[in-house]
């Protein structure tokens, strides 16, 4: 099993550029999550997939965010434009869910840095 | 108030010696609680999960779960080196859209020492 696939795994951009993230969860989970990770606010769920459905998009922090699902197997997290303030880890993790108790598993991350 | 608070910490300990992590949650609602290791500039991993009340062993760790006091803990035994890592605490509940939610605390920073 590969795990979770993110990339790219570094992205450096200039503030008002788009930036794409991209994600492939495990083959058979049903739900995705995107979170963002900084030293200061610690890991913050922004949006969460389930069936490729958006379930709950309540930390999506601005217009300027958006995520798509548009099958099981990719994901992708766009900022448009990019902010000094979005520099970040960000994280995909996938998961089962059905009968029983399932933990998620990350992604190795993009770091971005809009400068 | 956080939904989930950690001491930041750091927790120093001697090698061999009892590492014993912290963790607080505000939701009477969440069902599962969790602990991931995170190493520097590396992803979370999940170590173990715990759901119901007492104390669950797993190896060198044992998570403590008590729903009255909304505390979770986790303990290390025989603390080594490769321990040292920063200890995230993430509790879970349902959403009613289907699937489950996890909210993390900020994490506590162990360091173990020679």
């Known amino acids: 099993d590969a795990g979770v696939i993110q990339s790219p795994r570094h992205e450096v951009t200039e503030m008002g550029q788009e930036v794409t993230l991209r994600c492939k969860p495990i083959?058979?989970?049903?739900?995705l999550f995107w979170y963002r990770q900084t030293m200061m606010r610690g890991l913050e769920l922004l949006i969460y997939?389930?069936?490729?459905?958006?379930i709950d998009d309540s930390g999506m922090p601005e217009d300027r965010f958006s995520a798509k699902m548009p099958n099981a197997s990719f994901s992708t997290l766009k900022i448009q434009p990019s902010e000094p303030r979005d520099s970040a880890v960000y994280f995909c993790?996938?998961?089962?869910w059905g009968q029983g108790i399932y933990g998620y598993t990350f992604g190795s991350g993009t770091r971005l840095t809009v400068v | 108030q956080k939904e989930v608070e950690q001491n930041s910490g750091p927790l120093s300990v001697p090698e061999g010696a009892i590492a014993s992590l912290n963790c607080t949650y505000s939701d009477r609602g969440s069902q599962s609680f969790f602990w991931y290791r995170q190493y520097s500039g590396k992803s979370p991993e999940l170590i173990m999960f715990i759901y119901s009340n007492g104390d669950k062993e797993d190896g060198r760790f044992t998570a403590q779960l008590n729903k009255a006091s909304q505390y979770v803990s986790l303990l290390i035994r025989d603390s080594q080196p490769s321990d040292s890592a920063t200890y995230l605490c993430?509790?879970?509940?349902?959403?009613?859209?289907?699937?489950?939610?996890?909210?993390f605390g900020t994490g506590t920073q162990l360091k173990v020492e020679l």
């Open positions: 997939f389930n069936n490729n459905v958006p």
């Open positions: 083959s058979g989970h049903n739900s």
């Open positions: 993430a509790v879970s509940r349902r959403l009613t859209g289907g699937g489950n939610k996890l909210t």
């Open positions: 993790a996938s998961s089962f």
